[in-house]
């Protein structure tokens, strides 16, 4: 079992920057995936960014490349997603999803364990 809680959401105005975190706990994920989803009001989950817990290696959602970084902290066990240049469009409740293996999945299906996520709300 791998236990996910997520923090550091809140409602910020358009072109305001914001990082969530994902600190993580339970059985050991060195082989894990771990990525962040967001779910818009009204629509599915969508796949945002993903990491390797012990490569590094990431992969992003076009339309977030170049205002999201994901990165992580192995002391803290904490993953972070560092947002910047926030749209309303990119108002969502954000979790953080694990899953064991190499894949960056961009699906959820593959995920097998999920926070209870966060709220960001973006003003125009």
């Known amino acids: 079992q791998v236990q996910l809680v997520e923090s550091g959401g809140g409602l910020v105005q358009a072109g305001d920057s914001l990082r969530l975190s994902c600190e993580l706990s339970?059985?050991?994920?060195?082989?894990?995936?771990i990525s962040w989803f967001r779910r818009p009001p009204g629509k599915d989950r969508e796949f945002v960014a993903g990491m390797g817990w012990t490569t590094g290696i990431t992969d992003y959602n076009d339309s977030v490349k170049g205002r999201f970084t994901i990165s992580r902290d192995s002391a803290k066990a904490t993953v972070y997603l560092e947002m910047a240049g926030l749209e309303p469009e990119d108002t969502a409740v954000y979790l953080c999803?694990?899953?064991?293996?190499?894949?960056?999945?961009?699906?959820?299906?593959?995920?097998?364990?999920w926070g209870q996520g966060t709220q960001v709300t973006v003003s125009s």
């Open positions: 999803a694990a899953r064991y293996g190499s894949t960056i999945h961009t699906k959820t299906g593959p995920y097998d364990y």
């Open positions: 339970g059985r050991t994920f060195s082989t894990h995936i």
